[in-house]
C-alpha cells in the first residue's frame, strides 16, 4: 500500500481522520446547550456512546493501520462496536420503548465488548459478525417498519446505503488498488463512505423535529396524495 514520509498505509491512516471530527463535534452538540434537541435520557446517552465511540474510531483504526496485526486489530474493531450497538439502542428508544431502549444499552454494549474478546482468545468471528450484521439488517427494516417519532427519518436509510457501499468498495479493495494504479485503494475509499453516516446523522439529528402524525414509512408511501 501507499506509505509517504515514512508512514505505513497512508492512505488508510489519513481516510479515518473524519471519523475524529465529526465524532467530537457530534458528541460536543449532544451536551451544548441541547443543539440536537434530545429529549430522553436514553437518547443522550445513547447517542453520546455513538459519538465517542465514532471518535474513537479515528484512533483505534490508525493504531492498527499503522502496524497491522491481529493485537492491534481489537483497536480497530472495539469503538466500531461500540458505534454499532449503541446505534442499536438507539433505534429501539425511538421506534419501540424509551424504557426498553435505555436497558438495552449496557447490554448491547456488553454483547459488544464479548463478541470482541471472543475473537481475540477463541479465534471465532462469528459473534462479532452477528453484532456488526443484526443492525445492518434491523434498522433499515425497522426504519421501514415502524413509525419514526421524529421527522427526516429517510436519513437512517440514507447512511444504511453508505455503509452498504462502504463493504462493496472494501470488498473490491485490489481491483480498484490497481485501477487507481496502486494509489488508492478499496479499503481507503471504505473509510471515507462510512465517515459520511455518522454525518448523515448528526444533519438529521439537526434537521428533525417530533413526527406528530406518527406512520411508518411504508405506511406514508401507502397514502393517496388525495389523502
Given amino acids: 500500500m ?21 465524532g467530537l463535534i457530534g458528541f460536543t452538540l449532544c451536551h451544548h446547550r441541547n443543539y440536537f434537541r434530545l429529549r430522553l435520557q436514553g437518547e443522550v446517552l445513547g447517542w453520546s456512546c455513538f459519538f465517542i465511540g465514532v471518535a474513537a474510531v479515528a484512533i483505534g483504526s490508525s493504531y492498527y493501520h499503522l ?15 461500540i458505534a454499532f450497538t449503541s446505534i442499536m439502542a438507539i433505534f429501539i ?18 454483547a459488544g465488548v464479548v463478541s470482541i474478546l471472543y475473537w481475540r482468545f477463541f479465534d471465532d468471528l462469528r459473534p462479532y459478525a452477528l453484532v456488526q450484521f443484526v443492525p ?39 481491483p480498484i488498488y490497481r485501477g487507481t494504479l496502486h494509489v488508492v485503494g478499496g479499503h481507503t475509499l471504505k473509510h471515507l463512505f ?8 448528526a ?25
Fill in 93 to 110: 428508544i425511538e421506534r419501540i420503548a424509551e424504557r426498553k431502549g435505555t436497558l438495552s444499552i449496557i447490554p448491547l454494549l456488553s
Fill in 136 to 174: 445492518c439488517i434491523a434498522i433499515p427494516v425497522m426504519a421501514i417498519l415502524l413509525p419514526p417519532m421524529y421527522t427526516h427519518s429517510t436519513y437512517w436509510l440514507w447512511s444504511a446505503g453508505l455503509y452498504l457501499l462502504a463493504k462493496v468498495v472494501e470488498a473490491a479493495d485490489k
Fill in 2 to 22: 501507499f506509505h509517504f514520509s515514512g508512514i505505513p498505509n497512508t492512505l488508510d491512516v489519513i481516510s479515518i481522520f473524519p471519523f475524529l471530527v465529526i
Fill in 203 to 227: 444533519l438529521m439529528l439537526e434537521k428533525r423535529h417530533i413526527k406528530m402524525d406518527r406512520r411508518s414509512q411504508l405506511e406514508s408511501e401507502k397514502i393517496s396524495p388525495t389523502e
Fill in 194 to 201: 462510512s465517515a459520511m453516516v455518522p454525518v448523515f446523522l
Fill in 67 to 81: 502496524k497491522p496485526n491481529d493485537a492491534n486489530l481489537v483497536w480497530d474493531r472495539f469503538p466500531m462496536n
